[in-house]
Nanobody, 125 residues
Framework: QLQASGGGLVQPGGSLRLSCVASGGSFSSYVNIMAWFRQSSGKDREFVAAIGWNVPSKYYGDRMKGRFSISKDRAKNTVFLDVNNLKSEDTAVYYC??????????????????WGQGTQVTVSS
């Protein structure tokens, strides 16, 4: 089970940190990569970032480099997404996801078998 939190209403130029806590007995044996996706109203889900759970690999969507930073705390089974200089176009529901060691590329939804419920981020003055 994945539980995302940290969303809310933020002014343009602001920052926030999203968290995703994983729980469940099968988590450690299944998960090799965790990711954040986002979906704006009327648009397809978009890859934001992914991080290796057992390796120090990180991946970012082409439009996410620079303002987005993904990190993890394995002791707490938690993945974070830090976003700086928020823009109105960052308004979306942000989803965390967990996937196994092998499969489709990290930026594809099919890689991930577990998804959180999403947390809404609204950037507005």
């Amino acid at each position: 089970q994945l539980q995302a939190s940290g969303g809310g209403l933020v002014q343009p130029g602001g920052s926030l940190r999203l968290s995703c806590v994983a729980s469940g007995g099968s988590f450690s044996s299944y998960v090799n990569i965790m990711a954040w996706f986002r979906q704006s109203s009327g648009k397809d889900r978009e890859f934001v970032a992914a991080i290796g759970w057992n390796v120090p690999s990180k991946y970012y969507g082409d439009r996410m480099k620079g303002r987005f930073s993904i990190s993890k705390d394995r002791a707490k089974n938690t993945v974070f997404l830090d976003v700086n200089n928020l823009k109105s176009e960052d308004t979306a529901v942000y989803y965390c996801a967990a996937g196994p060691a092998y499969g489709t590329p990290p930026y594809t939804e099919k890689r991930y078998g577990f998804w959180g419920q999403g947390t809404q981020v609204t950037v507005s003055s």
